[in-house]
T-cell receptor
Framework: AQKITQTQPGMFVQEKEAVTLDCTYD???????LFWYKQPSSGEMIFLIY??????QNATEGRYSLNFQKARKSANLVISASQLGDSAMYFC?????????????FGQGTTLQVKP | ETGVTQSPTHLIKTRGQQVTLRCSSQ?????VSWYQQALGQGPQFIFQ???????GRGNFPPRFSGLQFPNYSSELNVNALELDDSALYLC?????????????FGPGTRLTVL
């Protein structure tokens, strides 16, 4: 069964330091996409970064990078130079391309708190 | 470019009532997905609509139903509300003719069932 696991319920990081949020996934589909979303207390899910299963390079978007290790089925999010505004809930999600429904499967999330 | 909008932002209903939530997709997006997010949990997929047809459904009972209109906006209807239906309901739109199929989420509707 398809599954996303985020094992860190909460994380703390000092402002300006880097932090890694863990995500592992399980799927039998050879074609899939992995997403990270940020959810502030306001509730809106903000797209951060995407990695396709066939992408050769790790995805990067500004201060966000995705450490994709396909053999280990992990897709960790790295946030560099943390800012106070990065404090939020972070969700890892997967979409299986073959199912053609666009259904996203989400993990339980990790709460990140950035300390000044 | 207008983002995804949802209405209302908050709603309080009593058990057994019916509710309709609305979503306007981002300009140019033809697909709308609905998710239910209980407090402290990740969102759960309810269903997706593509060109006015249901295109995939999660593990939700038939009292959760939806519509998509020709302008790609969408409604989520929930009948016979139960206490466990209290959650944040998120709508996401995407352009399925693209590559990454990135889904853009709206701000959500917080439903409280008393």
């Amino acid at each position: 069964a398809q599954k996303i696991t985020q094992t860190q319920p909460g994380m703390f990081v000092q402002e300006k330091e880097a932090v890694t949020l863990d995500c592992t996934y399980d799927t039998s589909d050879p074609s899939y996409g992995l997403f990270w979303y940020k959810q502030p207390s306001s509730g809106e899910m903000i797209f951060l970064i995407y990695q396709g299963s066939y992408d050769q390079q790790n995805a990067t978007e500004g201060r966000y990078s995705l450490n994709f290790q396909k053999a280990r089925k992990s897709a960790n999010l790295v946030i560099s130079a943390s800012q106070l505004g990065d404090s939020a809930m972070y969700f890892c999600a997967m979409r299986e391309s073959s199912r053609n429904t666009g259904k996203l499967i989400f993990g339980q999330g990790t709460t990140l708190q950035v300390k000044p | 470019e207008t983002g995804v909008t949802q209405s209302p932002t908050h709603l309080i209903k009593t058990r057994g009532q019916q509710v309709t939530l609305r979503c306007s997709s981002q300009s140019g997006h033809n697909t709308v997905s609905w998710y239910q997010q209980a407090l402290g949990q990740g969102p759960q997929f309810i269903f997706q609509y593509y060109r006015e047809e249901e295109n995939g459904r999660g593990n939700f009972p038939p009292r959760f139903s939806g519509l998509q209109f020709p302008n790609y906006s969408s409604e989520l209807n929930v009948n016979a509300l139960e206490l466990d239906d209290s959650a944040l309901y998120l709508c996401a739109s995407s352009d399925t003719s693209g590559g990454a199929d990135e889904q853009f989420f709206g701000p959500g509707t917080r439903l409280t069932v008393l």
